[in-house]
């Protein structure tokens, strides 16, 4: 099931040279001028001030109401390598999410990936199970499982699926927090993690993550109304352009696929309708 959006929620907000600006980049925009911003307020001795007033803390949501730290913990960036990580993860996988979901539907699941572990967190205060927390690892890699769970057979890294590496890295990320006894992270990876992997499912209306070998895609063919009448339209590229899809993306399309696609999407929706 292709999402149902329109053409302007797909789109890049804008352009900057021949390089397309996205809501997801955007945010990694604000995620590495905080990172300055984090670095400088350090180096000017604020450290303290910075961790204990942006970063999550149970203890200060419930006595104190610090409840802007719901979002603030996220842009909490001590600088440090892994952050190119993140941001690459963002700005790479958000904007085929972005270009598939429609732009709503990312903001929507960003949202949620933020404001969920806070708010599990803060029941966990309550049953007298304090905890800490700063910074957008797990966000970032939520945006990743994803677009995993867009693109299961996408081939990234030396034509690994996409499928295999969020597996991957979410057994290493979880037994390396289980080894250092970081409960607390082990839980916000697990629930940003369920949390995108659900929340994409709503989003498409469909609920698939195959693990499977996938098996040869059946050709697909799509027909047309004209003057009243129906002819068939041998649309062969649409075969081609689903499996460069699930190879390579969303954003690997050419406007011209793009509308192909839409159109095909189209002529199956009003199918639909009238049976």
């Known amino acids: 099931m292709i999402a149902d959006r329109n053409s302007g929620s797909t789109s890049p907000l804008t352009w900057v040279g021949s390089f397309p600006v996205y809501a997801s980049t955007v945010l990694a925009a604000v995620h590495a001028a905080t990172m300055v911003m984090t670095a400088i307020a350090f180096a000017a001795g604020a450290k303290t001030f910075v961790l204990s007033t942006f970063g999550f803390s149970s203890h200060a949501a419930l006595d104190y109401f610090a409840f802007w730290q719901f979002v603030t913990y996220a842009f909490v960036h001590p600088p440090e390598l892994l952050f190119l990580l993140e941001i690459y993860l963002l700005v790479a996988f958000g904007r085929e999410i972005e270009g598939f979901l429609g732009r709503n539907a990312f903001l929507k699941l960003y949202a949620a990936l933020l404001l969920l572990p806070p708010l599990v967190l803060l029941l966990a205060g309550l049953a007298g199970f304090p905890s800490i927390y700063m910074g957008s690892s797990a966000l970032h890699f939520g945006v990743f499982i994803a677009f995993a769970t867009l693109y299961p057979t996408a081939q990234i890294f030396f034509s690994i699926q996409a499928r295999w590496i969020a597996l991957a890295l979410f057994a290493v990320s979880a037994l390396q927090y289980l080894a250092s006894s970081m409960h607390t992270s082990l839980l916000v ?58 190879k390579s993306g969303m954003g690997s399309l050419t406007p011209k696929e793009r509308a192909q696609l839409e159109k095909a999407r189209a002529e199956l929706l009003e199918k639909d309708r009238n049976h």
């Open 189 to 246: 990876l697990l629930l940003d993690s369920v949390a995108a992997f659900v929340a994409v499912q709503i989003l498409r209306g469909s609920w698939s993550f195959d693990l499977r070998v996938p098996r040869k895609r059946p050709h697909l063919r799509v027909v047309e109304r004209k003057n009243g009448g129906e002819r068939g339209v041998s649309l062969t590229t649409i075969d081609s352009i689903l499996e460069k899809i699930s």
